[in-house]
């Protein structure tokens, strides 16, 4: 069966509803006079573009008192009127839309080409096309002036004054904190005399008697909490005067960073039309944490992740970055093998894209950000960072005029994290396989090969269990001399050199027993496959005929061996022969 | 690979229809929902395969709601095709949808497999099979084969929508077969006997 020649025609798609235009069309001509309601996430910081809502609200049942006092009846052209909503509500002014929440109790009056709104309570949301709307709020708590905008205005009663009058009237006088959101255009917000200019994203909130105050989350206060620790440092001060990081827009981004603070901005890559919902263009200071935003691009909602560890990294830049006496090189390595890596420094790449083993000198004679960016696939993308002149050694070489070189190699094939993989040592051992067999003449059960190899490679603590001492003594020359990969650590190995077995008899046993519906013998004769030789497509089809048998704790146990891709590919097998992903995972 | 795309009506809406849905006619925006609705609700009903498949007339309408709205800024001259756009902000929605953050609280689903009454039993089992192969590939995955064998979409256009390059399309496209292909032979291993 050829990849290139899968007929896929067999899976047929129901057709489209045949009342999808009448319903695209009932809703854009709705939805174009509503708004479009951004819904804030504040615990992660993240803005969701919320047409749904908007369409919700558009679409939920009119329960509102209107009282017009102009010459039209309905309210909704009218050149003054009241309403309380008791249910979720749209209001179209002229120029002005409002999604009233239920409670909010407003009234209005166009005069000119200005609406002029009071708030007296509820919570309601304001689309803005009129060249002015002039909103105030509680008993003059808050006044606000907005075009062009889309907020939100939220008041909190002071219950022990409330009034209820009809409806749900409560009076002006109760309001004891206004809240407003601002999702797009700027809004003038006053409150005690005092003006600001709300900026989209943000937050601002008035109590009676006081100048409006910037609501911040914890999020907020964290990176706040950042710029004032930071601040102490000369160095870390001046380096925030621009960003330290340029990230692509929406990739899934980790930065590692031993201050846990630094100062990123978002390339916005999309071609024409990009509006960065959060963080905004301006804001570009990220302490440790997770950051999911969103964006449109040329209309279309995406999604962007960064998070922010402070760490030293795993692997790259490490110990023999900051110990260096000269010329140390770092070993820019990973699991799984970085498939690109690219160092800058102050921004400024010294080495781009690469297919092949490279190396780079970095000299940190002055100030540095470094910042090695390792492609993971996909849109992963790690960063490691490094600033040159907060670490003492680079200090000490910059007040010394010593220039310090530092080597970034990557390796073709990367390091191995940790011990080496099974594969890494059936292969090197694949390779002296021949000359063992010279040394024995003939294998038995029972010959067996333990040893450690060290992370340079090399092989250490070798027991040899052949009876014959000439053909062990051969062997132990061939295995001391076998060079296996570098590795971060130690790893053990036990070898058998009983008779081969036949991995491929074995799994094409295996598949005959599939065939049959023999899902119990083709499972024996996988793992039977799978012992005498690992092999990733070995462990799939173990992994399917154990669920295909109903064998959970087989199945877990292999389940537990893949990775999180494998698995991902895999787990609707078990699925669908009811083992759940909960079991596996126990 | 076998060519996949099924339409019977008009493959692109003619130019003075487009030029009319582009003026705000309504009319012309029935017609051009009309050329594309299927093509549209399938590349978004696969997509969700296995995760919220009763989303996607809800997703199909999205896409038309944007369509519409987009529409006027829509560059008919341009490199891409009409159908290329709308299938791209299709894809786009339903990746949306999938990557939501309570996506994951999406209960997975039966598999679905529209069966038509004239498909013998043999390729229901295989309909279902790819079905079951599909949602078992990750989004990204899915979108890349799905644009390509059921919709024809090129390298580059796929490469467009995703906003993906060239090399990493056919690197994605190249797993996501030979990971279709392994769940085929595995759950089905007549078809490896078959094929050989």
């Known amino acids: 069966m050829d990849d290139e020649h899968l007929d896929l025609s067999a899976w047929v798609a129901p057709p489209a509803p045949s009342s999808l235009a009448d319903r695209v069309i009932a809703r854009v001509n709705t939805t174009d006079e509503a708004i479009a309601v951004t819904r804030r996430r504040r615990a992660k910081r993240r803005w969701w573009l919320a047409g749904g809502l908007a369409g919700a609200l558009a679409a939920a049942a009119v329960a509102v008192i209107v009282i017009p006092h102009g010459a039209e009846p309905n309210g909704e052209s009218a050149g003054s009127g009241t309403a309380v909503a008791t249910k979720p509500q749209q209001l179209a002014l002229a120029g002005v839309v409002a999604n009233l929440d239920p409670g909010a109790d407003v009234s209005w009056q166009q005069s000119g080409d200005a609406v002029h709104v009071h708030q007296r309570s509820g919570a309601a949301t304001w689309r803005v096309e009129a060249p002015h709307m002039f909103l105030d709020v509680g008993a003059a708590v808050a006044s606000i002036e907005a075009s062009n905008s889309t907020l939100r205005v939220e008041t909190r009663m002071n219950l022990t004054d409330t009034r209820v009058i009809g409806a749900a009237a409560v009076t002006s006088a109760a309001v004891a904190l206004v809240t407003v959101i601002v999702f797009e255009g700027h809004v003038k917000l006053s409150g005690a005399g005092q003006t600001v200019v709300v900026q989209p994203g943000m937050t601002y909130e008035v109590t009676p008697g006081h100048a409006p105050t910037q609501h911040l989350d914890d999020v907020d206060r964290a990176l706040d909490r950042v710029i004032e620790l930071t601040s102490g440092d000369p160095t870390l001060h001046a380096a925030t005067t621009k960003p330290e990081l340029v990230i692509r827009l929406g990739e899934k981004v980790r930065v590692h960073d031993p201050h846990g603070s630094v100062r990123i901005a978002i390339d916005k890559q999309c071609p024409s039309d990009a509006t960065l919902m959060y963080p905004t263009p301006d804001t570009e200071v990220t302490g440790v944490g997770d950051y999911s935003y969103s964006y449109t691009c040329n209309g279309i909602d995406k999604h962007g992740q960064l998070k922010v560890v402070q760490d030293a990294g795993i692997g790259v830049l490490t110990a023999p970055f900051e110990n260096t006496t000269w010329t140390d090189h770092v070993l820019v390595a990973g699991t799984p093998v970085p498939a690109r890596a690219q160092v800058t420094i102050d921004g400024v790449p010294i080495a781009t894209e690469n297919t092949k083993p490279w190396s780079a000198y970095i000299t940190l004679a002055t100030p540095s950000f470094v910042a090695v960016r390792i492609d993971g696939g996909l849109d992963d993308v790690d960063y490691y960072i490094r600033r040159g002149a907060t670490d003492t050694a680079d200090k000490t070489a910059m007040t010394t005029k010593t220039a310090k070189s530092y080597r970034v190699e990557q390796f073709k094939h990367g390091m191995e994290w940790g011990p080496l993989s099974v594969g890494a040592v059936d292969a090197t051992m694949q390779s002296i396989e021949p000359a063992m067999i010279k040394c024995i003449k003939k294998r038995s059960d029972g010959q067996m090969l333990m040893f450690n190899v060290q992370p340079d490679g090399s092989v250490d603590g070798l027991t040899v269990t052949i009876d014959d001492g000439i053909s062990e003594a051969c062997v132990r020359n061939v295995v001391r001399h076998a060079r296996f990969p570098k590795a971060k650590e130690q790893t053990h190995v036990s070898y058998s050199l009983a008779p081969p077995c036949d991995a491929q008899a074995l799994l094409a046993a295996g598949s005959e027993a599939m065939a049959r519906g023999d899902h119990p013998a083709a499972l024996k004769s996988y793992e039977a496959s799978l012992e005498c030789k690992y092999d990733v497509h070995a462990l799939q089809l173990t992994f399917m005929a154990a669920c295909r048998s109903g064998n959970v704790a087989t199945a877990r146990r292999h389940w537990k061996v893949m990775n999180a891709d494998m698995q991902t590919h895999l787990l609707q097998i078990c699925l669908s022969s009811h083992i759940t992903r909960e079991q596996l995972d126990e | ?196």
């Not at chain 2, 003075?16 to 299927?38: F, K, M, N």
């Open chain 2, 1 to 196: 690979m076998h060519a996949l795309a099924a339409t019977p009506v008009a493959t692109e809406l003619d130019e003075l229809t487009l030029r009319r849905a582009q003026r705000g006619d309504e009319g012309a925006w029935r017609a051009l929902i009309a050329v594309y609705q299927d093509r549209v609700h399938a590349l978004v009903w696969r997509l969700l395969a296995g995760r919220a498949q009763h989303r996607a007339p809800d997703l199909a309408q999205e896409t038309f709601v944007r369509v519409v709205r987009a529409l006027p800024r829509f560059e008919p001259l341009g490199s891409a095709k009409l159908s290329t756009w709308i299938l791209t902000i299709a894809t786009r929605v339903a990746l949306n949808e999938l990557r939501r953050p309570n996506a994951d609280e999406l209960a997975a689903e039966p598999i679905a497999h529209a069966e038509s009454a004239d498909q013998s039993v043999e390729r229901k089992r295989l309909g279902t099979a790819i079905a079951a192969g599909m949602a078992a590939l990750d989004a990204e995955q899915r979108a890349v084969i799905v644009l390509r064998e059921y919709h024809e979409l090129d390298y580059a256009e796929i490469a467009t929508a995703l906003e993906l390059e060239l090399g990493t399309v056919k690197s994605r496209l190249s797993r996501a077969r030979a990971a279709l292909r392994d769940y085929l032979v595995t759950a089905l291993p007549e078809l490896g006997d078959r094929h050989g």
